[in-house]
């Protein structure tokens, strides 16, 4: 079992830059495949990153490609998202995920542990 904090967060202009990051307790966050899912209000939880156990494979939602960097630090148990060029309707609530699997990689609902998710609020 994985227990995962996102602290960070915040208030941005819109064009500028941000840095989630993601920590998991446990010895075991290498073994886990990682996402990250944002939730705007009225919205369904969308899929906007993942990356595989070593970090080699990575997998970017269609709205973020190009912008957003998923990576992760297995030695520090810390999973980031570099965010360039925000736009304001990146503005909604982050959560990283944990799964085992490197497949259905969008889905919600076949992700096992949950971060109680942060605030990025981007201004016009």
């Known amino acids: 079992q994985v227990q995962l904090v996102e602290p960070g967060g915040g208030l941005v202009q819109a064009g500028g830059s941000l840095r989630l990051s993601c920590a998991a307790s446990?010895?075991?966050?290498?073994?886990?495949?990682m996402g990250w899912f944002r939730q705007a209000p009225g919205n369904e939880r969308e899929f906007v990153a993942a990356i595989a156990w070593s970090g080699v494979m990575r997998y970017y939602g269609d709205s973020v490609k190009g912008r957003f960097t998923i990576s992760r630090d297995n030695a520090k148990n810390t999973m980031y998202l570099q965010m360039n060029s925000l736009k304001p309707e990146d503005t909604a609530v982050y959560y990283c995920a944990a799964k085992a699997a490197y497949a259905s990689l969008t889905e919600v609902y076949d992700y096992n542990f949950w971060g109680q998710g942060t605030q990025v609020t981007v201004s016009s």
């Open positions: 446990g010895r075991t966050f290498g073994s886990y495949v």
